[in-house]
Every structure is written in C-alpha cells, then in structure tokens.
C-alpha cells in the first residue's frame, strides 16, 4: 500500500467533498505535507453558497490544521511521504485547488512571530 493504512487513503479520496478530509499541501520548501480538512459544504457548492441571499447566518464552510500523524494508524508522515514522495507529489498538485490559506506562515530563516 502506498500510504499508512486503508484508513487515510480513503480521507486522500474525500478531498473537497463535505466532511472531513485529509489533503496534501506542499510546504515553503516544496516538500508534501498532510492537514485534516473538515468542509460544511462541498468544493463545488461554494458559488451556490456565495450567491445565495440569506446573509444573516454565519457559517464554517472550510477549515485545516496540520497534522504530524495519521490518525488512524499513528504513522508519522513524514516517514510515509519519504517512502513514496512522487506519490505525495502528485497529491498535492491534485488538492492543490481545495488548500486552504497558507500553510505555514514561517518562512525559511525567520522569526515565530512572522518577521524576517
Ligand atoms: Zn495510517
């Protein structure tokens, strides 16, 4: 298998999709990284959203955090990403359209508090 285990395979497949999701990003250094990504709506129902004339509500439609570790399985995936990189590769340039916002926000040589 070229991930962990059955279980993240199947979140890699619910990219964009309501619900929740786990989604590879490249980081500032190009390298795949893995953030569970919870949607209220699907990808593809946003503009319906947007259009719509009911403003009186608020709304969660999308939201990611990084994560370090599967889980399902526990795996590290950095470990799994090394494994089978072109794998994480191509992922990320498939949910490329669905990634939320940057990533992380640290650049390479600066500061935690975003300046250089
Ligand atoms: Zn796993």
């Known amino acids: 298998m070229e991930h962990c285990c059955h279980g993240s395979q199947n979140m890699f497949r619910e990219v964009g999709q309501r619900g929740v999701a786990l989604i590879v990003r ?7 990284r ?7 709506v699907d990808f593809d ?9 009911v403003r ?24 799994v990403i090394r494994r089978n990189l072109e794998l994480y590769l191509d992922l990320a340039k498939t949910h490329e359209k669905y990634r939320l916002g940057p990533f992380e926000t640290k650049k390479p040589g600066q500061s935690d508090d975003g300046r250089s």
């Open 56 to 79: 009186e509500f608020s709304i969660n439609v999308a939201c990611e955090i990084g994560v370090r570790f599967c889980p399902f399985c526990g795996s590290r995936f950095e470990d």
């Open 26 to 32: 490249l980081n500032f250094e190009g390298d795949p």
């Open 45 to 53: 129902e946003i503009p319906v959203l947007e259009s719509s004339p």
């Open 34 to 40: 893995v953030a569970l990504q919870s949607r209220g």
